[in-house]
T-cell receptor, first 111, second 111 residues
């Protein structure tokens, strides 16, 4: 089955800096890669996703890149703000299959 | 609109007592439904998923069970809770395609 590795487990940045979280996956059949943001005591919220037919997708300050050859994908947050502080999860799945999640990255943005 | 409801939000139960967490979705029919558990290590562990009424797949052996008595209702149960059942339980659904959406979660503390 699919295996997703996520790094780093904790990331501390200063407000205004960029943050990058990286994930690798093992199943070459995976073609869907979402990212979730989880605030304390709440359920994870989908923030962006990418499918295997594109290499990059942007939505305001967040972007996701995908390298299918190397089987890795990354989340990029620019101009970080304190409200970006949360735990971020990457995930991967083959078509119509269940998602496999990474173990999460705790992002801390200091004012 | 499509929404997911999960309750209760917080629960404190003694060891050996029963458990019932309920999840309902609105605005869709025949969704895939999921129960996840999130322990202190932050990872999301898939417990059960269902592709239709009465169809339950278990991902890990445990003290819990799940049922889907109606198309948009998913219930997580236990006859006798253990201390190790404490955690944050998340219901999730997949209306179509690969994207999974989570509920707000239920905090269970077994004392």
């Amino acid at each position: 089955g699919e295996n997703v590795e996520q790094h780093p487990s904790t990331l501390s940045v200063q407000e205004g800096d960029s943050a990058v979280i990286k994930c690798t996956y093992s199943d070459s059949a995976s073609n869907y890669f979402p990212w979730y943001k989880q605030e304390l005591g709440k359920g994870p919220q989908l923030i962006i996703d990418i499918r295997s037919n594109v290499g990059e997708k942007k939505d305001q300050r967040i972007a996701v890149t995908l390298n299918k050859t190397a089987k890795h994908f990354s989340l990029h947050i620019t101009e970080t703000q304190p409200e970006d502080s949360a735990v971020y999860f990457c995930a991967a799945s083959p078509r119509y299959s269940t998602l496999t999640f990474g173990k999460g990255t705790m992002l801390l943005v200091s004012p | 609109s499509q929404t997911i409801h999960q309750w209760p939000a917080t629960l404190v139960q003694p060891v050996g007592s029963p458990l019932s967490l309920e999840c309902t979705v609105e605005g869709t029919s025949n969704p895939n439904l999921y129960w996840y558990r999130q322990a202190a290590g932050r990872g999301l562990q898939l417990l059960f998923y269902s592709v239709g009424i009465g169809q339950i797949s278990s991902e890990v052996p445990q003290n819990l069970s799940a049922s889907r008595p109606q198309d948009r209702q998913f219930i997580l149960s236990s006859k006798k809770l253990l201390l190790s059942d404490s955690g944050f339980y998340l219901c999730a659904w997949r209306p179509a395609g690969n994207t999974i959406y989570f509920g707000e979660g239920s905090w269970l503390t077994v004392v």
